[in-house]
C-alpha cells in the first residue's frame, strides 16, 4: 500500500460513491475500499488534528485478517476485551481508533475484519522503548513487549496483517 484515505460519505452504495471513487481511482490506480464502524479508544486531545497540517509525531494504519483458528466472535472478544486494554497500558500512542470492518465496498477488496488507527510521538518512530512508553526503564520495556505480544497472539497473525507507517493530514474538518 502506498496511502490510506478515510472519507466519512453519506451512503457506502456504489451509485452515490462512484464520484469519489472516480477521484480516487484518478490519483492512484488501484484501489480497495471498506465499509467500516468506527470506535475510538483513545481520542487524540494531545496533538489534535487540524485542518491542512500534518498531525505530531507519526501514525500506522493495521489492517487486520481473521485467523483461521479463530471464530469472529471469538476474534472480536479477545481483541476487544483482552489486546485493547494491554495496548492502552503498554504502548506510548495518543490516539487509538479501531475500526471494524463491517463489508469491502470494492470489488476484490482484501478480506480484512479491522482497520486500527494509531498516533504515536515522533521518537517512538526509531525508538523502541518510547514507543513502548518506557524510555527509562529497560525492565518496563521488556514486560510492555511481552504483554503486547501475548495479547497479539490472542487475536492475530502476524502474516495476516499489514501496517503502514504514515502521516496523518485533516483535509477538511468535520465541524
Known amino acids: 500500500m502506498d496511502a490510506v484515505i478515510q472519507v466519512w460519505t453519506d451512503s457506502g452504495n456504489d451509485l452515490f460513491r462512484r464520484p469519489l471513487d472516480e477521484v480516487i481511482a484518478g490519483a492512484g490506480g488501484?484501489?480497495?475500499?471498506?465499509?467500516?464502524?468506527?470506535?475510538?479508544?483513545?481520542?487524540?486531545?494531545?496533538?489534535?488534528?487540524?485542518?491542512?497540517q500534518r498531525t505530531e509525531g507519526f501514525s500506522q494504519m493495521v489492517f487486520l485478517g481473521l485467523p483461521p483458528r479463530l471464530t469472529w466472535e471469538t476474534w472480536l472478544h479477545n481483541w476487544k476485551n483482552y489486546q485493547t486494554p494491554v495496548a492502552i497500558?503498554?504502548?506510548?500512542?495518543?490516539?487509538?481508533?479501531?475500526?471494524?470492518?463491517?463489508?469491502?465496498?470494492?470489488?476484490?477488496?482484501?478480506?480484512y475484519v479491522a482497520i486500527v488507527e494509531e498516533c504515536f510521538p515522533a521518537e517512538a518512530f526509531h525508538d523502541v522503548a518510547a514507543y513502548f512508553d518506557a524510555k527509562d526503564s529497560p525492565a518496563k520495556?521488556?514486560?510492555?513487549?511481552?504483554?503486547?505480544?501475548?495479547?497479539?497472539?490472542?487475536?492475530?497473525d502476524f502474516d495476516r496483517v499489514e501496517c503502514i507507517p504514515t502521516s496523518q493530514y485533516e483535509i477538511k474538518s468535520l465541524d
Open 30 to 52: 488501484t484501489f480497495a475500499a471498506w465499509l467500516v464502524s468506527e470506535s475510538t479508544a483513545i481520542e487524540n486531545t494531545l496533538h489534535p488534528p487540524r485542518p491542512g
Open 89 to 111: 497500558e503498554t504502548q506510548s500512542n495518543f490516539e487509538y481508533i479501531q475500526n471494524l470492518v463491517v463489508t469491502p465496498l470494492t470489488e476484490g477488496a482484501p478480506d
Open 141 to 156: 520495556l521488556e514486560e510492555n513487549q511481552t504483554r503486547m505480544a501475548d495479547t497479539c497472539a490472542l487475536f492475530m
